[in-house]
């Protein structure tokens, strides 16, 4: 059998396990089918991706972001993103390989992904909820991860009697929050305590206007 036939048998069997979370659409599937291994995926994306330190401001004062970010996207659609206005590069072999692949796994389209690199422990994102005008109300987001795992903690938005949700986000893995996922729940990535090595997180998106 021709090893692409095999490799799409195989990528047949995609189990996705609902995480539980109550007013959210969040599943988790351990293994991203994908005809390239994830520590060639991961130094591929490592090497080509032009990385930004992008600037934010706390509390008004200017801070480097605790990570490294990229942006590429269909041409003529910027994003702003933690009040940074971002302009998509144009779509690498690889990233427009991935996004053909999340679409036909999962029906939905992207016309834009956002990259992070986590360095180390150190590196990490606040808590947030991607609920911005330019995704629409129920956004679909799809996000890859690879290289070390990092815990993905979601919090609810107003439900003090729910409690902080931790999904480990494993090399490979692929993570779809939907629905009203982003209306009532944020999600952030913590510094570890643990020494740890880089890690890439792929968030695909569609930008509506
Ligand atoms: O790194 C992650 O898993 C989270 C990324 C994220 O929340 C985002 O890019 O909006
Ligand atoms: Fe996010």
Redesign the pocket.
Known sequence: MEKDLMDDLFASDVRFSKIDLEEADVSFLVKFPFPMNDQSIFEKLYKETIWQHEKVVVWGKSHLQPRLTAWYGDPGRSYTYSNTVMYPLPWTNLLLSLRRELENLLEINFNSV?L?L?RNQDDR?GF?S?NEPSLGPEPA?A?L?YGAT?T?LFKHKRRRDLPTKHVK?TSGSL?LMKGDTQRNWN???NKETQICGP?L?L?FRNIVK
């Open positions: 956002l992070n986590y994102m947030h991607d987001i996000s991860s990092r993905l986000l993570l999600h952030g990535i890690r997180n968030t």
